[in-house]
């Protein structure tokens, strides 16, 4: 069989991914854990005016494999206090966020925490001194900067606890309820 000039390379390609993949074993989906929240102040907008506090989610992914994984991004939701749903929409700047094979590498995901629902969760947790929350969503990744096998959709639902103190110690004192 002769192979057109047009498919030698698509042939190769093909070739090449597979030998190593066969190389390096069988891959494996990272795994994707909750580090912690915390709550980095208070943050005003001028257009529209508003208040908000900076939460921030840390999750640790643990990339098992011997190559390395790029993040494209990560969209889904943060639900405070069992009810509250905040988005989230992550795109890590350039050059991205790549995952060191065989190592655990931190991601940053920033979420607008508008400061009346902050106070509200202060008060309705006035007899708890944790408040849960739970991120849900999809991470986009990249199976390595030289195969550049894209993976869409990773599945991600994490569950963890703030404390009350850790609210009412950002917002600012004249919106707290005494």
Known sequence: ?????RLVPSFVRALVVVSAV???GCVTTPTV???HAELNGVQMAVFPPRLGVLLTVVVDITNP???DIGVRGMRGQVVMGEKYPLPVTYVPPPPGLWLRAGQVTP?????DLPVELAVALVREAFASPVIPFRVTGVVDVTGSSTFKVDKDNFAVD???TITRQQIAGVVPAFMMPR
């Open 22 to 24: 066969a190389s390096t």
């Open 158 to 160: 994490l569950q963890g």
């Open 65 to 67: 494999n011997s190559f």
């Open 107 to 111: 991601m940053r995901l920033p979420v």
């Open 1 to 5: 069989m002769r192979l057109t000039s």
């Open 33 to 35: 854990t909750l580090n």
